[in-house]
């Protein structure tokens, strides 16, 4: 194996994000003849020092960290398959199932806004509201497991990689999308979640990992981060998004929660099969679409305000350009205050529409004319 494959990479100790574990496996599989020298750093900001100086060729990091630490003199441009980027609830109930009144403790803001949506008879906490809570993320997790054996929450909500670290290995149920389920509750995942990314110089031959790299999972990591960059800073741990490169095969699949969302009874289907034109046909089954869901909760987890795109891949752009359009106009509307309508018969309709949703316990009286997203939402 000559000199032109072999890389050093500089590996930090795993922090509860999955990319320690990811890149390990990676390391292991010995991809398309290349020989990867894994030197070990104590942290990630060291190893990031280390390439820019020339001491090493990649260093992987998450998505969260790339966002946030963003190097003008580094390329993102190398990541991994994606990691399944939904949290798991631990505990020895799924969602539907947990007793009235019980203790959940979440990890994030918007999965506690997700759970309070999914249940609004149970009590959805956040870990940083106790104080005997530890810093260090795996004696957290830790810590919850051991207030859950004693009963005194019912379970809690965290990464499969922080579970994984559990030495008991208690039940977990996956806080999923539910693409194929419409009675079970969906959970958009944390924006960024599950990429590795192999941060490299801007000078790095690239093209050697070109068999190896998930060209798919980098298109939607950019686009994550055209979406989150036009978000205000303040919502940004208060939005779930996801957006994947999927087979249309795929999203004909899709007949739970997401087939309902989108308004008919067989909408993808329809849109498949429509033609503009005698000699179009439609897209193929194998064909690829980019698949984006954003959405966002008020704090009581009674209010969704969510966006959802399909668009082809040479579109992706403008499509998401759009999106982010659509979303800024749809949540100007739920901030602003709503009329009373006063004109006689569409009075009535309103009236009477207004009283089904207070009888079916959908809004509070309180709320009526109020505004569905206010500044406690997003604060």
């Not at 790299?213 to 303040?234: F, H, M, N, P, W």
């Not at 009874?265 to 698949?291: C, N, V, Y």
């Not at 954003?294 to 966006?307: A, C, F, K, R, Y």
Request: proline share 5%; hydrophobic share 35%; net charge negative.
């Amino acid at each position: 194996m000559g000199e032109e494959n072999r890389f050093e990479l500089l590996l930090s100790p795993e922090i509860g994000d999955g990319v320690n574990t990811h890149s390990q496996k990676f390391i292991k599989s010995s991809p398309d003849n290349l020989e990867l020298i894994v030197k070990h750093v104590p942290h990630t900001e060291t190893a990031v020092e280390l390439l820019l100086d020339g001491h090493g060729d990649i260093v992987p990091v998450s998505g969260e960290w790339w966002y946030n630490n963003r190097i003008r003199e580094l390329s993102p441009a190398l990541v991994l398959p994606r990691r399944e980027p939904n949290r798991v609830l631990v505990g020895n109930d799924k969602p539907e199932y947990i007793p009235k009144n019980g203790i959940i403790v979440a990890d994030c803001e918007i999965i506690r806004r997700q759970m309070l949506r999914s249940r609004n008879d149970i009590q959805v906490k956040l870990v940083d509201q106790y104080p005997d809570a530890p810093n260090d993320i795996f004696e957290r997790v830790k810590w919850l497991e051991i207030l859950r054996e004693k009963g005194q929450i019912d379970g809690f909500t965290t990464t499969r990689t922080l579970h994984s670290s559990l030495e008991s290995k208690p039940r977990r149920h996956t806080l999923g999308m539910q693409r194929q389920d419409d009675v079970r509750s969906r959970f958009i995942p944390k924006p960024l979640e599950g990429y590795t990314i192999l941060l490299t110089r801007k000078d790095f031959p690239a093209s050697r990992f070109s068999k190896v790299i998930d060209a798919g999972a980098a298109l939607a990591l950019r686009l994550e981060v055209t979406v989150l960059d036009s978000i205000e800073k303040r919502m940004r741990n208060k939005i779930g998004l996801i957006i994947e490169q999927r087979k249309v095969r795929s999203i004909l699949q899709d007949v739970g929660n997401r087939g309902k969302s989108l308004g008919s009874e067989k909408p993808l289907k329809e849109w498949k099969t429509f033609s503009g034109a005698d000699s179009h046909q439609g897209p193929k089954d194998s064909d690829s679409r980019i698949d984006v869901i954003l959405e966002t909760i008020n704090i009581e987890g009674t209010v969704t305000t969510s966006v959802e795109r399909i668009f082809p891949v040479e579109e992706s752009h403008s499509g998401i350009q759009n999106l982010v359009v659509n979303w800024q106009q749809l949540l100007k509307i739920a901030r602003e205050k709503p009329e009373e309508e006063k004109r006689g018969r569409m009075k009535q309709l309103m009236d009477d529409y207004i009283d089904d949703l207070v009888e079916g316990g959908r809004i509070s009286e309180g709320r009526i004319y109020s505004p569905m997203f206010d500044e406690s939402d997003h604060d």
